[in-house]
């Protein structure tokens, strides 16, 4: 019993050195730890020269900071170069909508994407940083990389829950702090909180297990994905406390089930919601075999959904939030009747990016002209 409380403390001491700051001299210098635990000597609000790198940092940068203080960009985020990954373009990247324009003069410091997953020192260099902030959850190659350019170098994680996961709290926590914008962090925070709480409040009375099933499908990971793609602990789901009908599978996370699983649940799946990016591969999928999903209920029944797509170069918080809400309006259509899906999705992107985007997300190839029940056209078509 002894060992266990001794634990617990420890574990309490550790969680809050990730979250509060302590000043170490009289020049406003303070530290704080970074998602890695990385003890870091921070200057608040001192920081001119900001640059973010791999998947996420900037978006995450600009929900505090919009694009003020960037001295560079990778290029997967500059859209005025012709040369430059593109396997994204297809689908909506909120914060690129609203800063687009300001990244397009600022210097390259790498191409960024998938399939570019370093850091490009030199280039880094030559944008002439006086911080570094970085979603390459590695603690040697961020000492590394803090060491060679003598920058410091902040690393940043979204977790695996989407906008409802502590490390996404954690991290705008960290950058309000560093950036002196506390409280715009605080605020995005307690509107995340608040929503799901307002999702929560409005299925507290329902026993998820007597529900519909329901599947989610064609959920991206690293690129697009097709009918086969799911994932048991879709966090979506379970704030609206949705009958995931793939629960019982071997591992968490985003991942394929193969076609003799979904054969053997599709005569039970009452509602399917596809995850708008994965259209492309499954419309290829039925042409190839256009009778894939004649013993699927939703298929047949009419109660296939579209989503918008929110795995782009890592996860778009606000349309993970915007989902949540349409998937619990497509389950629970009574207990959201008051909803307007497109009002609540401009309402998130106000939040967080300070605009009203839905139209222009609405307008993206892979959006489909946003949430809606799917026309089988797109896919038979």
């Excluded at 909506?92 to 324009?101: G, Q």
Aim: aromatic share 10%.
């Amino acid at each position: 019993m002894k060992k266990i409380l001794i634990i617990f403390i420890v574990l309490i001491f550790s969680l809050s050195l990730s979250s509060c700051s302590r000043a170490i001299g009289g020049d406003g210098e303070v530290v704080l730890y970074d998602l890695l635990g990385r003890e870091l000597s921070i200057k608040k609000g001192s920081y001119k020269r900001v640059l973010c790198i791999g998947a996420g940092a900037l978006r995450l940068y600009t929900y505090i900071a919009g694009s003020s203080n960037l001295c560079g960009v990778e290029d997967i985020d500059n859209l005025s170069l012709s040369s430059r990954p593109k396997m994204f373009d297809g689908v909506a990247r909120p914060y690129l909508i609203a800063y687009s324009n300001d990244f397009f003069n600022l210097s390259s410091c790498g191409v960024g994407g998938p399939q570019s997953q370093v850091a490009e020192t030199e280039k880094i260099l030559n944008c002439n940083p006086d911080i570094i902030i970085s979603e390459y959850e590695d603690i040697e190659k961020a000492n590394n990389l803090s060491n060679t350019l003598n920058v410091l170098v902040v690393v940043i994680s979204i977790g695996k829950d989407g906008v409802f996961d502590e490390k996404v709290k954690d991290t705008l926590t960290l950058l309000g702090k560093i950036f002196d914008k506390e409280d715009r962090a605080l605020s995005i925070i307690n509107y995340i909180n608040s929503e799901k709480a307002d999702i929560e409040n409005r299925v507290k009375d329902i026993d998820e297990t007597t529900e519909k099933n329901v599947y989610i499908s064609g959920l991206g990971n690293w690129g697009t994905a097709n009918h086969l793609s799911t994932a048991q602990n879709y966090a979506p789901f379970k704030i609206a406390k949705i009958n995931n009908i793939v629960r019982g599978l071997i591992k968490d996370g985003i991942q394929s089930i193969d076609d003799e699983k979904f054969l053997s649940l599709s005569p039970s799946i009452d509602i399917m919601i596809l995850d708008a990016a994965s259209v492309k591969n499954i419309k290829t999928l039925y042409q190839e075999n256009p009778h894939m999903f004649d013993t699927c209920k939703a298929w047949n029944d009419g109660e296939v959904y579209l989503e918008l797509a929110y795995n782009a170069y890592y996860t778009n918080l606000e349309i993970s939030l915007a989902n949540t809400w349409f998937n619990a309006k497509v389950v629970y259509p009574l207990l959201f009747s008051d909803i307007d899906i497109k009002d609540k999705l401009d309402e998130i992107t106000e939040v967080f990016l300070g605009k009203r985007l839905s139209d222009d997300i609405y307008e993206y190839e892979y959006s489909y002209s946003g949430y809606s029940k799917l026309n089988k056209a797109i896919i038979t078509g």
